[in-house]
């Protein structure tokens, strides 16, 4: 199965955590669940990532990890909403316009992790996201993301 990621054009594929391209990235990849009601995505941090408290996860890597896997899940649910297929060519770029996240509980380093998106709302121009940072069994994380689709700029 393609992630969304190997789906991007060229020109979208150089972000350091989801990027196909990108020489040195995280190379995340996210996929629409097979109802097409969410998309996730798993990964298991390195220990570089650690933050202030040994052997948890940094803050600002699960906000990463939201940003990176909630543009991409936009892209493929406002597809979904719409009625239309995942292909190269219907995919349009979607960027972050606002993103939060509430910090439930530490998140431990060396464990897969999966984030999760759902739809809260789909425009023709935006999608609202629900997010969540799975851990085991529990829930360490929870956001909330508008993307926006990303205009191209008028040629030169």
Not at 21 to 40: E, M, R, V
Not at 120 to 143: F, P
Request: hydrophobic share 40%; proline share 5%.
């Amino acid at each position: 199965m393609l992630a969304i990621q190997d789906l991007y054009a060229p020109e979208y594929s150089h972000c350091w955590g989801c990027g196909a391209a990108h020489p040195y990235g995280l190379h995340l990849k996210s996929y629409l669940s097979d109802d097409h009601t969410y998309c996730y995505c798993h990964h298991t941090p390195d220990a570089v990532y650690t933050g202030g408290v040994p052997d948890n996860l940094y803050g600002g890597f699960i906000a990463m990890l939201f940003d990176c896997h909630g543009t991409a899940a936009a892209a493929a649910l406002y597809l979904a909403a719409h009625e239309e297929d995942l292909t190269a060519d219907s995919l349009e770029r979607f960027i972050t316009a606002h993103l939060e996240v509430d910090y439930l509980a530490p998140t431990p380093i060396g464990v897969e992790l999966e984030i999760r998106a759902y739809p809260v709302k789909v425009t023709d121009r935006k999608v609202i996201l629900s997010l969540e940072l799975h851990c085991d069994e529990r829930i360490t994380a929870r956001g909330k993301m508008v993307a926006v689709k990303h205009r191209r700029p008028a040629a030169k």
